[in-house]
């Protein structure tokens, strides 16, 4: 019996194995660095939950070892890498139900509830109410002294969940005197478990309750709750943005703001495949009609009124400039956008900012922001950033040299 593909895509899967092979890179293939464990290689996808599951279990070993010796620190940064190799273990994983998924995401669980105990500041597991007794689950990042302060809300992207940032080893909020919540929106980690699909408005709705949230609690400034979206989360983040007008600024990053426009039909399948997982369908044809024809800030970026950055590669191939550009002209609240030139989708260890990842200085912009220092109400600045240049506080002010809806190139 002929085998039922899910997308008309799937039958280049043998494509997709021979780039995991050949690059070590499991999507994003214009990257140098591998996304499998150190020193690891991966002959077809199949093999990348294992691989990373390995690397989970030697660190889990670690930490164990450095925490039953009283070693906080380096409990804490073995900590830290198994969360990341559990969660990058079950997420190819893409079926309901896979007891190995639901395994590995309880190994996941395990390793952030053993880490919250040897941190340097305080991280509690969040449990908000949502449709029908379901909850989003998140991770509540706060300062030390748990003080009323501002708090950015982290929107993961399609590859990634509440888990993966900050880390506790590192957190750019701390030094910036933010607290930081991170959420599994519907599609994503432990509401996939509770089957919370992301359709319609279910993100934003769900944002909405974290916000809703955080205003209630002691520790945050009801009026400084900003929004901090990468990837898919930087279309998420500023579709919240015009959902909920609580939010005070947002910074929207590593560009997909129209995923019907590429990430669906020109990229790898492997976005499709998971997306139609993150969503609940099998039928292609369904999903096109119902949920990817949505999938646009097109329309909702004039009801943004909060200070708004935008962040992409000069050449993301999961935001041709042109969208970029677009989006920007859209906005009405003051606005930025960054492009970084020569860059791609992943904004890693850049040379435009001597080697530094971008959201050390979007947290920077995003302090600006809800302090109001240097902005206005018609802030209105394109900055593209060269390489081995001076960052997006230099003289890098920019013209489109293409109109919205022109190819860049």
């Not at 990341?84 to 139900?97: G, L, T, V």
């Not at 959420?183 to 709705?205: F, H, T, W």
């Not at 949230?213 to 500023?238: F, H, N, T």
């Amino acid at each position: 019996m002929i085998r039922n593909l899910r997308t008309q895509r799937d039958d280049q899967q043998w494509m997709l194995d021979l780039a995991l092979n050949m690059r070590g890179r499991v999507q994003n293939f214009e990257g140098d660095a591998t996304e499998l464990p150190p020193g690891k290689r991966a002959r077809n996808y199949r093999m990348i939950p294992k691989l990373w599951r390995q690397a989970a279990e030697q660190h889990e070993a670690l930490a164990k070892r450095a925490h039953a010796r009283g070693a906080k620190a380096t409990a804490t940064a073995h900590y830290d890498h198994a969360i990341e190799a559990y969660r990058c273990a079950q997420h190819p994983i893409f079926y309901d139900n896979h007891p190995v998924k639901k395994y590995l995401f309880r190994k996941l669980a395990e390793m952030v509830d053993r880490r919250a105990e040897v941190a340097h500041y305080p991280i509690e597991r969040v449990e908000v109410p949502f449709d029908d007794g379901k909850t989003i689950s998140c991770l509540f990042h706060m300062l030390p002294d748990r003080r009323r302060a501002p708090v950015v809300i982290y929107v993961p992207g399609m590859d990634q969940t509440k888990e993966a940032f900050p880390l506790a080893t590192h957190n750019a909020g701390l030094a910036r005197g933010f607290h930081i919540m991170t959420m599994d929106g519907p599609g994503q980690g432990n509401s996939n478990l509770q089957k919370i699909r992301a359709v319609k408005d279910n993100y934003e709705r769900a944002g909405a309750a974290v916000i809703s949230y955080l205003r209630r609690r002691k520790e945050v400034d009801p009026q400084r709750i900003a929004a901090y979206g990468s990837s898919m989360g930087s279309y998420w983040s500023l579709r919240l943005a015009s959902y909920d007008r609580r939010i005070a600024a947002v910074a929207s990053a590593t560009a997909c703001f129209n995923p019907n426009n590429t990430i669906f039909t020109q990229c790898s399948p492997r976005f499709k495949q998971m997306f139609m997982y993150m969503a609940g369908y099998e039928d292609e044809e369904k999903f096109d009609r119902e949920v990817a024809r949505e999938m646009t800030v097109r329309g909702h970026l004039g009801k943004i009124k909060c200070p708004t950055l935008l962040s992409t590669g000069e050449f993301d191939p999961l935001c041709p400039l042109e969208d970029a550009i677009e989006a920007y002209g859209q906005l009405k609240a003051p606005r930025e956008l960054w492009i970084f030139e020569n860059q791609y989708h992943q904004q890693r260890r850049l040379s435009n900012l001597g080697g530094l990842d971008n959201y050390e200085y979007i947290f920077d912009w995003l302090h600006a922001a809800l302090t109001g220092k240097g902005w206005s109400k018609r802030h209105n600045r394109i900055a593209y950033i060269r390489e081995n240049g001076d960052g997006p506080w230099g003289n890098c002010e920019w013209t489109p040299t293409a109109k919205p809806g022109q190819a860049y190139y």
